[in-house]
């Protein structure tokens, strides 16, 4: 058996922070818990990033809320992609119950249910605060890498704001994008300005971006893009000295996975471009947590992984955490692993080989132990316990410590859809986002444009009308492929989905 009076020692010099902190549980020797090592978490490492991984049930979700509610006390927001949808109950009250009672009875901690503020948020049109974002916000490089556009394509991408841009033609939504690929396509007057200043381009490479942007609508990124769009600023909300837990709930990811990169693209492009550099400021100013996070690294474009390789990075410097829920490590790339601070994990299971690899390859990632046989303990851990290593003040990694976790103070369970209405129906951003604001875009001006045109029509036309072909655009539209679109996405696969599923192959 180990020392308990050594353990005690080394494992409080290393967890007890002189700054600001949040406490995650009780550490454990021998299967006991010691309630005299408070695990704890320096707040200004926070945004050092992290992981919370086990198999399922373990209860990484409960973790989660834990660590949500924990930085809520401090005041700190957090942005949480709900995939599971089953994270909302952090919006009311928990109850004590036996299970409770006698976790906190062995953690020798108080427990005090209660709420904590909650804003519910959708890309989709489910109920919550409206996420949307504009065309010209997205700018073409970003677009083109939703799009999947090859490096020809881009440039005229390119192009084609750049004529915008100069024409006064704002690009909103995607019905101004499309009309304006229309009009440099199939109207006289725009092909002749966009040749004469621009240069000529294939009315096959037009079609091609259009067959993208119609594809990316099968998801249904016509809601997503438009005003009023989404400030970022106003996830950084706290009342009453808490922090508000955002919760996106994106349980459609499997189906829209075009879609949930359109919005992880864009969040996080918004987010490093508009909050200012934070320095060492000691605690983050908002936490993000991506739960089921191998759904994105299995199947997300590369465009969606490159970024969020990049981001998680370079965020930090923003005062952003984030953080990673999967079922085992080796579910994120190496070279993003590497850059997390904090690891908590719960047990795996070593039914096959595969399985045995990644244990090892876990326990090789943590710090030496003298306290523990870590290769067999990760695979006994109870619900709710798990080995934690984090960042000290210094930013030297603590020692592992099997943690015996607090419970959520909240519910433990979902909310009901009348508490759901209660919620969304009282919120300010709800009203604020609710009503798309339709503003004269390039739509409306070109649409105008080409039916004055239409009225007006040159003299020769008078005299010798000809029957008028049906543009490129009409054709893609109007053909037997563009009606029987949503049939050849699914008979060419993941490769036509044009998003996440198969581009590039599949991560690990």
């Known amino acids: 058996m180990a020392d308990k009076t050594q353990f005690i020692e080394e494992l409080n010099a290393k967890y007890t922070p002189k700054g600001d902190h949040i406490i995650l549980g009780k550490g454990m020797l021998d299967g006991e818990v010691v309630p005299e090592v408070n695990v704890t978490i320096p707040l200004k490492t926070i945004n050092r990033h992290g992981l919370i991984a086990g198999a399922t049930g373990t209860g990484k979700t ?38 409770i009672e006698e976790r906190y009875a062995k953690t020798q901690l108080p427990y005090n249910p209660q709420a904590f503020p909650v804003e519910l ?20 490089v970003l677009l083109s890498k ?15 704001f750049k004529y915008c841009d100069d024409k006064g ?27 004469a200043n621009y240069g000529s381009i294939a009315p096959a490479s037009l079609g091609a971006i259009l067959r993208s942007i119609v594809a990316l609508e099968q998801q249904g990124a016509a809601d997503f893009f438009g005003e009023l769009s989404f400030d970022v600023h106003d996830l950084l909300e706290t009342r009453d000295g808490k922090g508000v837990v955002n919760i996106l709930r994106v349980a459609e990811i499997q189906n829209k996975p075009q879609l949930f990169s359109t919005f992880m693209l864009s969040l996080f492009a918004e987010i490093y471009m508009t909050f200012p550099e934070e320095g060492d400021s000691g605690k983050p100013k ?39 829920i999967t079922q085992i490590p080796g579910d994120v790339p190496e070279n993003v692993l590497s850059q997390l601070g904090l690891k908590i994990q719960h047990a795996l299971r070593g039914f096959t080989a595969k399985d045995k690899k990644e244990i090892t390859k876990a326990v090789e990632n943590y710090p030496t132990t003298e306290f523990y046989d870590a290769s067999n303990l990760i695979q006994n851990l109870g619900i709710g316990e798990a080995f934690v290593t984090a960042l000290d003040e210094k ?30 129906g009282n919120s300010s951003l709800v009203a604020k986002y609710e009503q798309p604001v339709d503003k004269e ?68």
């Open 146 to 160: 939703i799009l999947e556009l090859n490096d020809t394509q881009q440039s005229i991408m390119s192009i084609v």
């Open 169 to 195: 033609l704002p690009l909103i939504d995607l019905n101004d994008l499309k009309k304006v690929l229309q009009y440099v396509t199939d109207n006289a007057q725009g092909k002749a300005e966009l040749a």
């Open 395 to 424: 930013g030297i990694p603590t020692p592992l410590v099997h943690t015996y976790l607090i419970s959520p103070e909240s519910r433990m369970d979902v909310l009901n859809d009348a508490e759901i209405s209660e919620l969304t």
């Open 62 to 99: 409960k973790t989660l809320q834990v660590f949500a509610e924990q930085l809520s006390h401090a005041g700190i927001p957090s942005l949480v992609l709900d995939i599971k949808g089953d994270f909302s109950g952090i919006a009311e009250a928990g109850q004590m119950n036996p299970v």
């Open 286 to 324: 908002l936490v993000l947590f991506i739960d089921e996070a191998h759904l994105i690294f299995d199947e997300s474009s590369k465009a969606l992984l490159s970024q969020i390789e990049t981001m998680v990075k370079l965020i930090r410097s923003k005062g952003v955490g984030i953080y990673f």
């Open 441 to 508: 875009s390039a739509y409306e001006i070109l649409t105008s444009r080409m039916e004055q045109a239409a009225q007006n029509p040159a003299p020769s036309q008078k005299t010798k009308p000809v029957k008028e072909e049906p543009g490129m655009f009409e054709q893609v539209l109007q053909s037997k492929a563009g009606r029987t679109f949503t049939s050849t996405l699914m008979r060419e696969g993941a490769k036509a989905l044009l998003g996440m599923f198969g581009l590039g192959g599949r991560r690990r």
């Open 121 to 140: 948020m959708t890309i989709s049109g489910g109920k919550g605060v409206k996420l949307r974002a504009t065309v010209t916000e997205f700018g073409p």
